[in-house]
């Protein structure tokens, strides 16, 4: 990324109430560019300028980290490029990820730019959700999706890899805290309740995000699990 580029991150950082240290502000700089360079030969994104990559990407993966401690285990689900996982990681160091994506070019990209910042207790697995919860016995506190259009799809994915005290965060946009309320009901029936629904703004562009926390019933309010 160029100059200009590095200050608007910078910029939708500080909206976001985060800050960067060199070594993050050079990771992000490089997995952006080698976004855009595995782009070119592959169809990872259609999301393609530096503009777009930093706000729609970048800033919008971060939008979860008031949610999350800055320890523990997250599990992203359909994760494309690897977003919202690899920037996560890039600013929780000590949080252990695993990212999912059912293409296998994505994950193939993600372990290359892992491998490129040197991103430490990070896995990228080629696998379909349903299939996870029979090859995969790990339990994880946290399990985000940005994929999923039916949240009681999402859930059903989710729940079995879910420990007990764990929190299910959907990614959601404009009509996200609707979309939530609609799907109450089904979710219940499952054992999952809806704890919030954190409203963001996207820097730069305004855009609407809807953070829809969901855990199993009597797991607790998940205001506790701010930091």
């Not at 994950?107 to 990228?124: N, P, S």
């Not at 609707?178 to 629904?197: K, M, N, T, Y």
Request: charged share 25%; with cysteine; aromatic share 6%.
């Amino acid at each position: 990324m160029n100059r200009d580029a590095l200050e608007l991150l910078i910029r939708c950082t500080e909206e976001l109430g985060l800050s960067l240290d060199s070594n993050q502000l050079e990771h992000f700089g490089v997995f952006a560019d080698e976004l855009k360079k595995w782009n070119r030969k592959i169809n990872l994104t259609a999301i393609r300028d530096d503009r777009d990559i930093i706000v729609k990407h970048f800033a919008d993966s971060l939008t979860l980290i008031g949610i999350l401690k800055k320890t523990g285990s997250l599990l992203d689900l359909g994760s494309g490029g690897g977003f919202p996982a690899i920037p996560l990681k890039i600013m929780l160091p000590r949080l252990s990820v695993v990212s999912v994506d059912a293409v296998e070019k994505k994950i193939l990209f993600q372990r290359h730019a892992a491998r490129l910042l040197k991103l430490h207790d990070f896995t990228a697995l080629h696998a379909r959700g349903e299939d996870l919860v029979k090859n995969h016995d790990v339990r994880f506190d946290y399990i985000v999706s940005r994929a999923f259009s039916d949240l009681p799809c999402f859930v059903s994915l989710a729940l079995p890899l879910l420990k007990g005290s764990g929190r299910i965060i959907a990614m959601k946009g404009k009509g996200g805290e609707g979309e939530a309320a609609a799907a109450s009901r089904a979710l219940d029936a499952v054992g999952v309740r809806i704890l919030h629904c954190f409203h963001r703004k996207l820097p730069v562009t305004g855009d609407d995000r809807y953070l829809v926390v969901m855990g199993k019933k009597g797991s607790g309010d998940a205001t506790a699990d701010i930091p």
